[in-house]
């Protein structure tokens, strides 16, 4: 599909072509993006595109990576519509929604809460006479906070709120608020709305606040499918709320997978740029090597561009995943989802906080240059840096994950077998690991073999799991609360739960190697796939050391190992992030150019930079003049 | 709903009452906030000045950030160079001086957001660069403002190796004068602060040519700009490198020179001189270059690095006692987010590494005078050590705490991502500190270089520096701590750094010398072993960082309080360290697998005996909200109502975007009827 949509032109298309974004103020960014995203919507109706997969790939090339204040209306307003209105509320809505003839967002955070969602303090009181919900903002916390588009772009959102009906309390539910007024654009009486103000990247959107003071809208616009409202206030339940997983595992492997597409381009422009660049002397009296030669330059880069193609892999095993068992969601069977929904939680953590300190690694190891601007690296680690919060804090996400491995494991310690991806568990009942004496086993790991190499995760995953499972039990015998045990046991839990993540990666690499048939491409990756492994061995020896999975001396193989790949690696690691193929307009980077005609072009970028459109710069005259003039 | 309305918001009647979460905080400090601050100030008197210094910036309007998140690059830049012209009249009013004590205040309190830094070190470099007659001519000059000066070393192609520089000087001895050249384009200048704007002067590092020969990079003065209507002078071309992450008030510089003729008396002196008739004399010893660029890292250690740790450290913790989320027990409020473990595990040892850090500079300000009184002797033994250790430490503070803001930005969930937190700010600055005045990996280099040439004499029975005697005095051995509070001796846990540290030097040694020995050539040998080289020299400054905190809170004479809470930070930035690199100490056996969980153990049990005192120790601190310039992290805690406020003051909520009008409307044209 990306080729299709490219091939026709769009990428080249002058109506999306524009001025350096790095040189525009926040609201200049903004109306540039608001207009592209006009302009997309009526392409899009005017090529009569409507297959997902071709919308993806139409946004991308449009838009380029940048956020864009209708992401909400495609992503989560459309979305949530789809799945949780009623027949008759598909049929008003869907068409305004779908037509864009409406533009919506979706609003659940506060000021004061975000991924505690029970916290919400935004309150729909149901009113009988008029049949009619009444929205309130109770407190200052209580004003929502941060959803994407909410600010300026939106005339509808869905609205997160504490239903009160009869009295009572019946949690959150969602309903649909009109805030501006339609043909105006105006807030509707009863409505603040506004925008946030400068953030850390996201410059083009308008996240936005919603302050609502009795504002009033009809019963059918609380969204209905599951719960419902009768017209005399009764309240009748769901099903299930296992449902709303299904959304969460979505929103998150989508996350999976923009990791490693940020890491990748960062890791291309990274190792471009040290190709390009020479510096000092390896070699006495020899002109100055290309950077990429100095093995501190090489470990910084190559285990990150073997993280991205392993965060790749994960990211389709989850999509997979998801797209195999919706079909069985849909039929009412949600057997595998509590085992995904964990899973993914934790991989969301896991490979968000390793892409967004990879990220700034690669603009690192672009030394001084990596710091402009025209490098590129700064607007991929701003945009993608807020995915460690949204979605699920990845604290809280990697703490959900653990929840989920001690419940197996304790399942395991009754005699019951767990299945899946944590089945490694079921070996503990049969050898008990005694921490210190297991040399037996360290001679089994073959370091040069993946398959080994996950065994070894595994025993690390195992140790660690049933380590904080033990602690927790441990706390839980001081008579604490149970809810004070966890807490006081959730630094171990973490520390599980990356484990957990780390082997799932690891598995999921070495399994992928054996699906490739061209010889020379399986024999680049499997190097990747072990320096992956190994290199996250070296980051890593206390865990291995203390385990007794490793000795000293295998440890001392592994880290020589790493340092071999590194050299092994070196001739391929251009043609590696060609492999992405990344597109020069979308990677956005003066030092990341196919072509490598670095110098001349930061030149030729830096002449259009805002302080330079006059020769003698305005302050000269209102601030230097007037002090040398002084003296 | 009394609460909302908007008349009480804009009186701000809720701000100024502290919020009752943070006042809680206070009452139960087993210490007193105002002590610590005196003492971490060096003194009452210190205190009184710099509060004096801090008060009279802020009152004067001129120097207010309120506005700085909301400003463009231009607008930024123009402010900065609005507020170094105003602070020439403001020291002149106050009696200020730059030799005087309060100068090294001055920069905390306007948060380095000003113009005209660069025109320092140019001051600074002709100071210890020039001859006698060059100081007498351009100093007056450049401390009067009637030049604005910069310093143009790096450039397009070239950074922290200064003999790849490829800009050209050629000396002409019929006219007695150089001629500057850019022979291409990767040689022009690029990066220098002030230069793309405001410099009227550089000092330009160029490869010195007579009859032909090259005789290395030597340092010239340029005038690049017309001191009458600041026009460019013929030859010169010099422009803004554009946007950065930050220090948007500074206008870095590119500088092209085409024939650019100065006369020999231009040529920076005191060590080199080129004579009328041609010949190059070297004078002095040209080791005091190192010099020059120790007394830099070591400065900004504390300005550009400690200070922002400690204000990101204010924010984070303020802010984690103020939030509430989820319910740690059934039926209570909500909890306070300091309260679980996890936020406690990240803030806790970086607020550890913030004090850390102080001492250490305080040993380094020691270790460079003693140094500097040295040198004036003309004895420049102390040089390499010095050299070594600069080098590192920049290296590893600024590495430690650049992570240490992004923990701290990362822990104040979404709002930590809203320029208002101040955050993303004191991030995208701390950051630049890792590349500038040296990439951090080389700097690891050379102290590697300088660790292993000790370690070989040492070895040999040859005399060291005392700070390195250690390596080649320890022996293979183990742990002796018997259980958990043993961990807490600042003994135990010094020698299991000193081991390590120790360790890791001897085991890169050895590697080197085999390499060499099966006959790979030396610089060969040492590039294949830079990573462990490089993780070396960071282990030894983790050593000296925590044998100085241990012997820091040792001398102290203080309240018993300030002593406990201290030793207690000491002791968690020790435990943290070896918590989180724990392959390095069970390597080799010195600490056994039950010992580091004895250890983590013991570092989890400090951070709940550390969470009560978190907010008074960030308090003594004793940063004003307009230098926090933050949302989340004001003295009264007021996070929300003042999130909502500032957000209104936005720009996109004041100006009217046409966005609506002109793409919006059209989208959405024909079909609103119908609803």
Wanted: with cysteine; charged share 20%; proline share 4%.
């Amino acid at each position: 599909e990306r080729q299709a949509v490219e091939g026709r032109g769009f990428i080249n298309d002058p109506d999306f072509q524009h001025e350096d974004l790095n040189f525009l103020s926040r609201s200049q960014r903004y109306e540039q993006a608001i207009r592209k995203s006009a302009l997309m919507v009526m392409k899009l109706r005017e090529h009569g595109i409507a297959d997902p997969d071709e919308i993806y790939w139409f946004k991308r090339t449009c838009l380029g990576n940048f956020p864009e204040p209708f992401g909400l209306h495609f992503s989560m307003f459309q979305k949530t519509l789809e799945i949780q209105t009623t027949d008759a509320q598909k049929e008003k809505w869907l068409p305004l929604t779908r037509g864009v003839k409406i533009i919506g967002t979706y609003v659940q955070t506060e000021m004061g809460h975000g991924t505690h969602l029970r916290g919400l303090e935004t309150t729909a009181t149901y009113d009988p006479a008029t049949q009619e919900f009444i929205l309130n903002s109770p407190t200052v916390t209580s004003i929502k906070w941060w959803p994407g588009g909410l600010g300026k772009t939106s005339n509808h959102a869905i609205v997160l709120a504490q239903l009160y009906t009869q009295g009572q309390c019946k949690g959150l539910h969602a309903f649909i608020v009109p805030i501006r007024q339609l043909g105006t654009h105006e807030p509707l009486p009863g409505i603040t709305v506004g925008d946030i103000g400068p953030k850390f990247g996201y410059d083009e959107m308008d996240n936005g606040y919603l302050k609502m003071d009795n504002f009033r809208i009809p019963r059918e616009n609380m969204l209905m499918k599951y719960a419902q409202v009768e017209p005399d206030g009764t309240y009748v339940k769901p099903l299930s709320d296992k449902l709303t997983y299904g959304t969460m595992v979505f929103i998150r492997s989508l996350i999976v997978g923009d990791s490693a597409r940020s890491l990748s381009r960062a890791c291309t422009i990274a190792i471009r740029y040290s190709a390009v660049r020479h510096q000092s002397e390896l070699k006495p009296g020899e002109p100055e090597p290309q950077i990429l030669d100095y093995q501190t330059q090489q470990y910084k880069l190559f285990p990150l561009l073997a993280t991205a193609y392993a965060f790749h892999f994960v990211g389709a095993y989850i999509k997979n995943t998801y797209h195999r068992i919706s079909g069985d969601i849909n039929e009412g069977d949600l057997s595998e989802l509590p085992e995904l929904h964990a899973l993914t939680a934790g991989l969301k953590a896991f490979t968000s906080w390793t892409a967004n300190a990879g990220i700034e690694e690669c603009r690192m190891a672009c030394g001084g240059h990596g710091y402009s601007r025209c490098s590129g690296i700064p607007d991929i680690y701003v945009t993608f840096t807020p995915s460690c919060t949204y979605e699920g804090e990845n604290t809280v996400m990697m703490l959900q994950t653990a929840r989920f491995l001690v419940k197996s494991y304790t399942q395991v310690s009754s005699g019951q077998q767990v299945t899946g991806m944590v089945s490694y568990l079921n070996d503990l009942s049969r050898q008990r690991i005694q921490p210190q004496h297991v040399a037996a086993r360290a001679v089994t790991v073959r370091l040069n073999d993946p398959i080994s190499l996950v065994e070894a995760y595994k025993a690390r995953a195992a140790r660690l799991v049933e380590a904080a499972a033990k602690n927790l039990q441990a706390e839980l015998n001081h008579r604490k609360s149970k809810e004070d045990a966890w807490n006081r046991t959730s630094v171990d839990l973490v520390r599980a739960s990356e484990a957990h993540c780390h082997y799932v990666v690891v598995k999921l690499f070495t399994a992928k190697l054996s699906e490739i048939s061209n010889a020379a491409v399986r024999a680049v990756l499997t190097e990747l796939c072990l320096l992956y492994a190994l290199y996250g061995i070296s980051k890593n020896t206390g865990d291995f050391l203390q385990a007794g999975i490793l000795t000293d001396a295998q440890i001392i193989q592994v880290n020589q190992h790493v340092k071999e790949l590194l050299a092994t690696i070196r001739p391929n690691a251009v043609a590696l992030v060609d492999s992405f193929d990344f597109h020069d307009v979308h990677l956005g980077s003066v030092l990341g150019r196919y072509d490598g005609n670095v110098y001349e072009n930061m030149f030729e970028w830096a002449k259009k930079s805002p302080l330079n459109k006059t020769e003698v710069h305005e302050s000269f005259h209102k601030h230097l003049k007037p002090m040398q003039a002084k003296l | 709903m009394a609460l909302l309305e908007p008349s009480k918001y804009s009186q701000g009647s809720v701000l100024g009452s502290v919020n009752p979460d943070l006042a809680s905080e206070r009452q139960t400090a087993s210490f007193s906030v105002e002590e610590l601050t005196v003492w971490l100030d060096g003194s009452e008197e210190h205190t009184q000045k710099r509060r004096a210094v801090v008060e009279a910036i802020e009152s004067d309007p001129v120097f207010s950030r309120e506005n700085q998140y909301f400003q463009s690059q231009n607008e930024r830049y123009e402010a900065a160079v609005r507020k170094a012209v105003h602070l020439q009249k403001k020291m002149h009013e106050m009696g200020w001086t730059e030799s005087g004590p309060e100068f090294k205040y001055i920069y905390r309190a306007v948060s380095g957001d000003i113009a005209f830094l660069l025109h320092r070190v140019f001051i600074r470099s002709i100071s210890v660069l020039g001859s006698d007659k060059q100081i007498a001519k351009w100093i007056p000059l450049a401390t009067q403002h009637k030049l604005i000066g910069s310093y143009a070393q790096t450039e397009l192609g070239h950074g922290t190796y200064l003999q790849g520089l490829e800009t050209t000087a050629v000396f002409d001895i019929t006219t007695q004068e150089f001629i500057l050249n850019t022979p291409k384009i990767s040689a022009m200048k690029w990066w220098p602060g002030d230069m793309g704007r405001s410099a009227t002067h550089t000092v330009v590092f160029a490869q010195l040519y007579i009859n032909g020969k090259c005789y290395g990079v030597h340092p010239f003065i340029v005038q690049i700009r017309s001191l009458r209507d600041h026009s460019l002078c013929p030859g010169i071309t010099a422009g803004d490198i554009g946007p950065k992450m930050n220090f948007e008030n500074v206008d870095n510089g590119y500088l092209m020179l085409q024939n650019v003729r100065i006369p020999r008396e231009n040529m920076l002196n005191k060590f080199c001189e080129v004579q009328p008739d041609g010949t190059y004399v070297r004078q002095g010893s040209q080791k005091i270059n190192y010099f020059t660029m120790t007394t830099v890292r070591i400065s900004l250690i504390s300005d550009e690095v400690i200070i922002p740790l400690m204000k990101a450290c204010t924010i984070a913790i303020r802010y984690s006692v103020v939030r509430r989320q989820s319910k740690l027990k059934p039926g209570e409020q909500e909890a306070k987010i300091l309260d679980y473990q996890t936020q406690q595990e990240k803030l806790l040892p970086q607020l550890a590494a913030a004090y850390a850090f102080h001492f250490i500079n305080d040993y380094l300000q020691e270790l460079f005078n003693r140094g500097y009184s040295e040198i004036q002797k003309k004895n420049f033994n102390t040089l390499p050590e010095l050299h070594a250790f600069s080098s590192g430490f920049k290296a590893m503070v600024t590495q430690y705490s650049t992570s240490a803001v992004q923990i701290c930005l990362q822990a104040c969930g979404g709002h930590g991502y809203s320029s208002l937190s101040g955050l993303p700010s004191l991030y995208t600055r701390i950051i630049a500190s890792c590349i500038y005045e040296g990439e951090n990996t080389i700097l690891l280099l050379q102290t590697a270089r300088f660790l292993i040439k000790c370690f070989r004499a040492a070895s040999a029975g040859q005399p060291v520096p005392p700070s390195v005697t250690y390596l080649a005095a320890v022996k293979p051995g183990k742990c002796p701590a018997k259980n958990k509070l043993e961990f807490l001796s600042p003994d135990i846990y010094t020698e299991a750094y000193q081991h390590m540290a120790a360790r890791l030097v001897r085991s890169t040694a050895a590697k080197l010398q085999d390499l060499i020995q099966s006959g790979v050539k030396k610089h060969d040998a040492w590039n294949q072993c830079t990573v462990q080289l490089a993780q070396a020299a960071k282990a030894h400054c983790h050593y000296i960082t925590v044998k100085n905190f241990a012997e820091t809170v040792e001398k102290l004479k203080t309240e018993a309080g300030i002593q406990k809470i201290m030793k207690h930070l000491c002791d968690l930035f020790a435990l943290h360290g070896i918590f989180s690199n724990a392959g390095v100490f069970l390597h080799d056996g010195y600490v056994s697998g039950a010992q580091m969980d004895m250890i983590t153990a013991s570092y989890l049990d400090l951070l709940a005996v550390i969470r009560k005192d978190a907010v008074p120790l960030v308090d003594a601190f004793d940063f004003t909200d307009k230098s926090l310039n933050s949302a989340l992290g004001s003295y009264d805690g007021q996070v929300y109502q003042r999130l909502y406020e500032w957000a209104q003051k936005s720009p996109t909520n004041k100006q009217i975007s046409p966005a609506y009008e002109r793409y919006l409307k059209p989208l959405l044209h024909n079909t609103q009827s119908k609803l």
